[in-house]
């Protein structure tokens, strides 16, 4: 099989076979993209947890169970089965959730709980059109301007891995600071969201007082609330404000969970994050897990996070003054040269997981 390009004349020889590959597998990414929504649908619909709860189920068990049509339960279960998510037994004509999955896609308390980053990729996928336009010009998409599936999927994804990291390998792996936190101090929590990260170190250190601070107006009444709920509110605070204009000064520790990259100016972040240091204070960078090459990144986690940067993180950049634009995956040097510029003489990277890289920088 040959084919001609018309800009070249160039005729290049096809292999039909490499080719019906090629087409399958993308039948497979069409079926993956499906499966995004499809999630999101089982996680709302709470047909995950019935499935954990319940066991082997017919398609009319589980609707009748979760008041749900018979038809969506049918056609969803086997979509699920189709992809590998649940089993069928041909024999019983039942589909059960592995218990393994089931903890990935029901339990909130694990960091492998999936239904968060499904529901952010979702919601990043349904405002596609609006980051084709930005392209064209070369603009940018604000994180505001997103739909709520982002910002609720985002929390969801992330808090787990706060919940377990955070208190017990993170805070430990810097220098000194446990022992800070604990006998009192002040933190500064910057792109904070719905402030999960502020309100698990608020219920860990009662001694030390919390500014949580994110430019996002509804991120930042949720976060008042739930502090509320969580009985740390006379310990915590949280303002709109942006990373390069948060009020306060000598803090004893300022952090950033998974939002250096996403910030226009981040060099004028980190400067102001310098000058709101205490002298011997500790900044804390927790950013997503990536190498300083592509080629470091040609991975399954490092193939989402470039699906996130590309519709997500880079418009969110390029909507900010500046617009710097370093990509989830910018990498432990470029990281460094944005603290370096900011006038920091220290910088490691003190742990990691699988989605996760934390970085100890200080004056």
């Not at 520790?253 to 204070?281: I, K, N, Q, S, Y």
Request: with cysteine; aromatic share 8%; charged share 20%.
């Amino acid at each position: 099989m040959t084919t001609t390009d018309d800009s070249t004349g160039t005729i290049a020889e096809i292999d039909p076979d490499a080719l019906m590959q090629f087409v399958f597998r993308a039948v497979g990414e069409v079926g993956a993209t499906l499966n995004t929504a499809l999630v999101v649908a089982g996680d709302k619909l709470g047909y995950y947890r019935d499935l954990a709860a319940h066991g082997p189920s017919t398609p009319a068990g589980l609707a009748e169970r979760t008041g749900t049509g018979e038809p969506y339960a049918r056609e969803w279960l086997n979509a699920q089965a189709a992809g590998g998510f649940v089993t069928y037994d041909p024999d019983t004509a039942t589909y059960t959730l592995p218990a393994e999955h089931a903890v990935a896609l029901t339990d909130e308390s694990s960091p492998a709980f999936l239904p968060g980053l499904f529901q952010i990729a979702l919601g990043t996928v349904h405002d596609t059109s609006d980051v084709i336009a930005a392209a064209r010009d070369g603009a940018g998409v604000g994180w505001h301007e997103h739909n709520t599936d982002v910002h609720h999927g985002c929390e969801r994804f992330f808090r787990p891995s706060y919940h377990a990291y955070l208190v017990t390998e993170w805070l430990p792996a810097l220098t000194g600071v446990v022992d800070r936190l604990t006998s009192g101090t002040t933190v500064a929590d910057v792109g904070c969201g719905h402030g999960a990260s502020t309100i698990l170190m608020a219920q860990t250190f009662p001694a030390s007082t919390f500014v949580g601070i994110d430019y996002h107006p509804q991120s930042i009444a949720i976060a008042r609330d739930r502090a509320e709920e969580a009985g740390v509110g006379d310990r915590v605070r949280f303002e709109v404000a942006a990373a390069d204009k948060f009020t306060g000064r000598d803090y004893g520790l300022v952090t950033m969970f998974d939002c250096l990259h996403d910030m226009g100016d981040p060099v004028g972040a980190a400067t102001h994050v310098r000058e709101a240091l205490a002298a011997d204070g500790t900044w804390m960078v927790v950013e997503p897990l990536s190498g300083d090459h592509v080629e470091d990144n040609l991975n399954p986690v490092g193939r989402a996070y470039y699906g996130f940067s590309t519709l997500l993180c880079t418009p969110a950049s390029l909507s900010q003054d500046v617009g710097l634009a370093l990509g989830t995956q910018a990498g432990p040097a470029r990281i460094r040269a944005v603290t370096t510029a900011a006038g920091f003489t220290r910088f490691d990277r003190v742990a990691q997981t699988p989605f996760h890289q934390v970085f100890e920088v200080r004056p």
